[in-house]
């Protein structure tokens, strides 16, 4: 219900004028915020991110790798996602192991190879190989010779149509051992592409067996096994404290034998086995493994909230707390060994050979990941067993519990909310009556407003911040949150294609990547706040009617609930005790501009200029995507008028961070 406008002379954005004269038939809102009465510190470690393997996120994502199925482990049957060139033959090869974990080769018969028609294998990466001007490709393979064989090879990175060779580099010397080979592709200054494939010949007739085949681009900070800058730098700009890992579905998998097995992911990628990622329906090499997550925490400035593995599986298959579950608890426990275990430990050794002697801050474990599915009851005492083992020896940390329980106090529960914009705007206010005498914390470990694919639009964005105001308001409550999920490969979006799941927060494809308004709207919260709540009264805030949908239970459609009055403009003001500096946040999630009247009382003065950011779109559905990646975007300008009594008229769909100097 939009509310009917006072003054139409203050439509544009950001416009701003001494406090309006009340219209007793039509009050403009008013929020009275009350700079000496603090109601919570804001938690520091409020804004984090949240990640698993899902639509393609590592592999075909962050993680800096290329090349697709590098380890042809992805099928039992073919070598998927290569393809032969010229008159070569290629099988999977199960006798000829490179070792226990890549317990499979690709055997390559290049024996028709000759001058004019090289043989060999192709791979065309996640959707293609992105080729820059100018660059520095690093590629890597492990190979065998049968006898007559030793080269040369050529491995050269090819546009897949018109076959442009953008760079190549040849290995020679190929033996009956398996051996590493590693070269160095440079780009001259071409135009970028990513339809290229990488193409690895022989002019030589032979056979040879090929496995980790690699091929790395520049990484962000030039790590070893590293990610991709462009992603990276997204992630940086919203300066999250903390990454919750590693999932999600993905920690548990559809069974046991599935679930996220950290110890398989550490260590030389050429041990690790890789698994099959069932719960989003994709192999993963592990090459993104446990050492990874903390180096990307590292590399952000990011604590790990390591999820550990609590014994359940999406298939509702579990383990009984008791002596069943023990082993899986000295995993969990070996774990936080490896992440802060000193370098006598065991784990903290391992931590240490693997190049990492400093231990990893950490403050969270949670328990499993959203165990109220998990009907048999057995979290009760899976939970149990896990909080003890844990508290017992690492009594500094926190401990989260995924579901409800009665048995132990966890110090955080984590609830999970994915909901319309409606719903979020309509459930905006509930942790302001949530009990503060509660010994449990919430972390809101994923949550996200589904509106758009596969990046949320601006509806989407708005739902956010209403929700965000929500949870920053209440963040002595709210100690953690993260959206999901985060990351999405645009490349292929029909089903069984690069995504698993609609609306995420950032999309790419092999050659660039984007932020969603969400992601813009999560970045301005998570870099504008102070550090404590102030009170604010509000008066006249315009609402809407919404219509609940009609729910199903067991198939049957439920009678349809009531309406529901629900807010249309949404706020909340910090204060950053070391300067002074006010942020108000304001939500208009409505149609036409809405002016407000901003007071404030407890300080003696607001200077009269101030900083706004802002972004707003045309309509709900406005969106960025990867043709048009800037087309909401947030942007900053500095306003005058401000005061301790002033109006601001906030434009329609927008979310709006005001700035202010007070003393
Ligand atoms: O974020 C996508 C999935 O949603 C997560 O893997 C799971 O925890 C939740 O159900």
């Not at 701003?16 to 700079?35: C, E, G, H, M, Y």
């Amino acid at each position: 219900m939009p509310t009917r406008l006072l003054v139409s002379t203050l439509f544009c954005a950001g416009a701003f004028s001494p406090a309006l004269r009340a219209d007793p038939t039509n009050p403009i809102p008013v929020l009275q915020i009350k700079a000496d009465q603090v109601t919570a510190k804001v938690s520091p470690t409020l804004y984090g991110l949240m990640t698993e393997e899902i639509n393609y996120s590592y592999e075909g994502g962050l993680y800096g790798e290329l090349v697709r199925n590098r380890a042809f482990k992805a099928s039992k049957v073919s070598p998927r996602f290569w393809d032969t060139v010229g008159g070569a033959a290629i099988d999977l090869d199960t006798n000829t192991p490179l070792n226990d974990a890549l317990n499979v080769s690709l055997k390559l018969d290049a024996s028709q190879a000759t001058a004019a028609a090289p043989a060999g294998i192709a791979n065309g990466g996640y959707w293609g190989i992105p080729v820059r001007p100018k660059t520095t490709y690093h590629a890597s393979f492990y190979a065998k010779a049968a006898a007559g064989f030793s080269g040369p090879i050529t491995v050269a990175i090819v546009g897949t149509n018109g076959g442009k060779t953008f760079a190549r580099a040849q290995v020679t010397g190929l033996t009956g051992d398996w051996q590493k080979y590693e070269v160095t592709l440079t780009t001259k200054n071409v135009k970028p592409s990513k339809d290229n494939r990488l193409v690895i010949t022989t002019t030589s007739p032979g056979t040879l067996w090929l496995q980790q085949v690699s091929l790395f681009p520049p990484t962000y900070v030039d790590r070893a096994n590293g990610n991709r800058p462009d992603i990276m730098q997204l992630l940086a700009d919203m300066q999250p404290k903390f990454l919750r890992l590693p999932g999600g579905n993905y920690l548990e998998g559809n069974t046991i034998a599935t679930r996220f097995n950290w110890k398989t992911t550490i260590g030389d990628v050429a041990h690790r086995p890789g698994h099959m990622d069932d719960a989003w329906g994709y192999w993963s090499t592990d090459g993104f493994g446990l050492m990874e997550y903390l180096h990307w925490c590292e590399d952000l400035h990011m604590e790990p909230v390591l999820a550990v593995y609590a014994g359940y599986a999406l298939h509702h298959d579990y383990i009984k707390p008791g002596p069943d579950l023990e082993p899986y608890v000295q995993d969990d426990l070996d774990e936080i060994e490896y992440l802060i275990g000193d370098t006598t430990s065991t784990w903290g050794a391992q931590r240490a050979k693997d190049g990492h002697p400093a231990p990893f801050p950490l403050h969270y474990i949670e328990v499993g990941n959203e165990d109220w599915f998990d009907r048999s009851g057995s979290y009760e005492g899976r939970f149990a067993q896990i909080y003890d083992a844990i508290k017992s020896k690492y009594p500094q940390l926190q401990v989260i519990a995924t579901a409800k329980v009665k048995n132990r106090t966890p110090d955080v529960l984590d609830e999970h909310y994915y909901r319309s914009q409606e719903e979020m705007e309509a459930h905006a206010h509930d942790y302001d009556a949530y009990s503060r005498d509660a010994k449990t914390k919430i972390f809101v470990g994923e949550w996200a407003t589904r509106v758009g694919s596969p990046t949320p639009n601006m509806a989407g964005a708005l739902g956010d911040a209403a929700w965000m105001t929500g949870m920053e308001r209440n963040s002595d409550i709210v100690l953690i949150s993260s959206y999901a999920p985060m990351f999405v490969n645009v490349s292929d979006l029909k089903a069984g294609g690069s995504m698993q799941w609609k609306s995420d927060l950032i999309g790419y494809d092999a050659l660039t990547s984007y932020g969603s308004p969400s992601y813009y709207a999560q970045q301005m919260f998570s870099t504008h706040h102070g550090d404590t709540v102030l009170a604010v009264a509000e008066e006249n805030i315009p609402h809407y009617t919404w219509q609940p949908p009609a729910k199903r239970r067991n198939g049957v459609e439920q009678p349809r609930p009531q309406p529901q009055e629900v807010p249309a403009l949404f706020y909340d003001a910090t204060r950053d005790g070391l300067t002074g500096k006010i942020t108000v946040k304001v939500v208009n999630r409505q149609s036409t501009p809405q002016p407000v009247r901003i007071t404030l009382s407890g300080v003696t003065t607001v200077a009269r200029k101030g900083t706004l950011v802002v972004m707003q779109a045309d309509k709900p559905d406005d969106t960025n995507s990867i043709d048009q990646p800037g087309r909401i975007v947030p942007k900053t300008k500095t306003v005058k008028g401000l005061g301790t009594d002033f109006t601001s008229t906030f434009p329609p769909y927008s979310i709006s961070i005001l700035e202010l100097s007070a003393k």
